[in-house]
């Protein structure tokens, strides 16, 4: 018992009234002694223990989810390499394969994708490059994507398309020497694509839609307009057995965001495979689900690039564009 308690308990012995240890008032309670803290006592409510619990264990699942969620990221191709080939094959997609049966000549040995920056020249780049610009400076869209197709003529011009062809200035803007570099840049990577999954170039053909593509970051007007989604190229395109893309300017020079970027696993494991758009650079892979993939939205600049699609399908190909009489 303390000091305290002793003098309170002699009464009649003495009427001094007991002394208070300094800071008696700051501690909190021990045994028999009331000790108050510093502050005084904390404000307490109902149920408290059970919401501090629920508290923590929210605090948990957001944590475990979190990080049980989280994207890991790796780059497959950066803006600064120059890539003879870099690339690895892996199993087709189940549809893909059961879409290629009627195909065999067409059928790859596995499927795959594959980067290279020795198929273009940075010469044939340049005239692309410049041929992209006039063409799309006849029309363009009101949002962030813009298309010209020089096999359809479509055109991206507002929030609809247009026939490039129709326009008075078109025969000034397309040459036929343009229009050659065009076609012998489809053969190099035709060619490239049939050596990289063991194909015969006879048996692969130029489908539609082939197209240049102008990103910007302007806000959408249409749906044409999202390009950012991720999506199939053959639940896209029914025609598309294999994809490649020839990029026409430098990532984080020319522009900022809008890499390519494949997605693998599911969306709770997911590893987003990313390729830097280099000017000259060319992505090429099997168009099915095992290549699941989109386009990152431009931050800023303006980002160019033509997409040439093959097809397995003889009946879905189309000729090389020629300049109309």
């Not at 194909?199 to 130029?206: E, G, K, R």
């Amino acid at each position: 018992m303390s000091d305290v308690s002793k003098v309170t308990q002699r009464k009649g012995k003495s009427n001094e009234k007991p002394v208070e240890k300094p800071h008696e008032n700051n501690k909190e309670e021990k045994g028999d002694e009331k000790i108050v803290p510093k502050f005084g006592l904390l404000p307490r409510f109902p149920h408290q223990r059970v919401w501090s619990r629920l508290v923590l264990v929210i605090g948990i699942m957001i944590y475990v989810y979190y990080y049980s969620t989280k994207v890991k990221v790796v780059t497959f191709a950066r803006q600064g390499e120059i890539l003879e080939q870099r690339g690895h094959n892996f199993q087709c997609d189940v549809d893909f394969e059961e879409d290629l049966v009627n195909f065999p000549e067409c059928t790859p040995g596995a499927c795959g994708r594959f980067v290279s920056d020795k198929i273009v020249t940075s010469t044939e780049a340049e005239i692309l490059l410049k041929l992209a610009k006039k063409g799309l400076e006849l029309g363009g869209s009101d949002g962030g994507a813009s298309v010209l197709d020089l096999h359809s003529g479509a055109l991206s011009y507002g929030r609809k398309f247009i026939n490039v062809y129709s326009l008075e200035k078109s025969d000034e803007v397309f040459t036929a020497p343009d229009l050659t570099v065009y076609k012998i840049v489809k053969e190099k990577i035709k060619y490239a694509i049939a050596q990289l999954f063991d194909l015969h170039p006879d048996f692969i053909y130029l489908t539609h839609p082939t197209f240049f593509s102008r990103l910007t970051n302007a806000e959408p007007k249409t749906e044409h307009d999202e390009y950012w989604h991720t999506h199939i190229d053959k639940d896209t395109y029914e025609s598309f057995h294999y994809t490649s893309l020839l990029y026409l300017n430098d990532y984080n020079y020319d522009f900022r965001g809008g890499r390519f970027v494949f997605v693998d696993g599911p969306f709770e494991k997911r590893t987003n495979v990313t390729v830097e758009p280099r000017k000259g650079r060319v992505s090429m892979f099997t168009s099915g689900a095992e290549n699941t993939h989109f386009v990152e939205r431009v931050e800023s600049g303006t980002r160019y690039a033509v997409t040439i699609s093959f097809t397995c399908d003889i009946t879905k190909s189309i000729e090389d564009p020629v300049i109309p009489d």
